[in-house]
């Protein structure tokens, strides 16, 4: 049977994430309150935005504001969008 979390983006119980996706108490916490779905969607969304601001990712200062983009992502809060991207919606 699949595990399941109420994830913080879709507001719903969803399947969840199989392992921490990232190392430390935040990839425990991502675990408990995401779900892989909402993981993916993010893990599309951050390569679009490393790719369109050609963030360098061995900048701390990219890497912080990225992290801050990946809160306010799973928070359904105001978060960065690639700005030549148009939505089909």
Request: glycine fraction near 4%.
């Amino acid at each position: 049977m699949t595990k399941t979390v109420f994830c913080k983006k879709y507001q719903e119980n969803l399947p969840s994430l199989e392992i921490p996706p990232m190392p430390g108490e935040l990839g425990i916490e991502l675990q408990k309150t995401v779900s892989a779905k909402a993981w993916e969607e993010w893990k599309s969304h951050q390569v679009t935005l490393i790719n369109e601001k050609m963030l360098d990712m061995s900048d701390q200062k990219n890497r912080e504001w990225l992290i801050e983009q990946m809160h306010l992502f799973f928070d359904n809060g105001d978060y960065a969008k690639a700005e030549g991207f148009k939505s089909l919606d």
